[in-house]
């Protein structure tokens, strides 16, 4: 059984994705974070830490994107989400993970949530915090002038990345980043993927629900 605590539009859609890109089998329990589910005490009975993803297995829960993505690209090693466990291919897709979840979306928690950070000014905090996500896209960008994905051929990478670039709308960064033109391409070809389509459009309606 594999069951992804997912809030709309958050970072969990990456889970989400590789879920669906893997194959497998799995349920999708949404909770509402606008509506303080994850802070409820039947969602910390699952992830203490109050944040989504977390997937329960069979052996218990996972949290962390960077944990939960790779755990399930080797449940379906018949997808190619991801190079080999030990191979040189592998640590690079581990490095891109990393500096997704570290640099991008710490980057973005900054732009997106500046009123959280206690004592700050959230307009500074927010002005400093748009412009490292600018500049860690712009890598990504330079990155993708050679190449279709990440690690050259589609990964699971790939699908994280997606996420933060469908969040460059959030009103607090959209029209406050560099142009991205080979980000641009890319979110293109992978929403021309049937599977993360349908998604985000079930996303979407979610997101309207509130
Ligand atoms: N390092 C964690 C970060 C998880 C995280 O920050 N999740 C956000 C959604 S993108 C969340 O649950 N926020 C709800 C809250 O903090 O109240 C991961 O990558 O899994």
């Known amino acids: ?43 910390l009975q699952i992830n203490p830490r109050g944040k989504v993803p977390a997937l329960q297995t069979d052996d218990g829960v996972i949290t962390e994107s960077t944990a939960i993505l790779p755990f399930i690209a080797d449940l379906a090693p018949q997808a190619g989400l991801l190079p080999p466990a030990g191979s040189f291919a592998r640590a690079q897709a581990q490095a891109w993970l990393s500096f997704l979840s570290s640099t991008v979306h710490a980057a973005y928690t900054g732009a997106l949530r500046a009123e959280a ?17 600018g500049a860690a896209l712009q890598e990504v960008d330079a990155h993708l002038a050679e190449q279709d994905y990440l690690l050259g051929d589609f990964s699971l990478c790939d ?11 959030a009103p607090a960064v959209a029209g406050k980043l560099p142009p991205l033109p080979n980000l641009d391409a890319f979110q293109q070809r992978m929403l021309a993927r049937p599977a993360l389509a349908a998604i985000l459009g079930e996303e979407m309606k979610l997101m309207a629900e509130g």
């Open 159 to 169: 699908l994280y990345l997606l996420v933060f670039l469908l969040w460059r709308g």
């Open 117 to 133: 950070f206690e004592g700050c000014d959230p307009t500074a905090v927010r002005a400093v915090h748009v412009a490292r996500v």
């Open 1 to 43: 059984m594999l069951r992804l605590h997912h809030a709309p539009m958050a970072c969990s859609l990456a889970s989400r994705f590789a879920l669906a890109e893997a194959g497998l089998t799995h349920e999708v329990a949404v909770v509402r974070t606008a509506r303080g589910e994850n802070r409820a005490e039947a969602y």
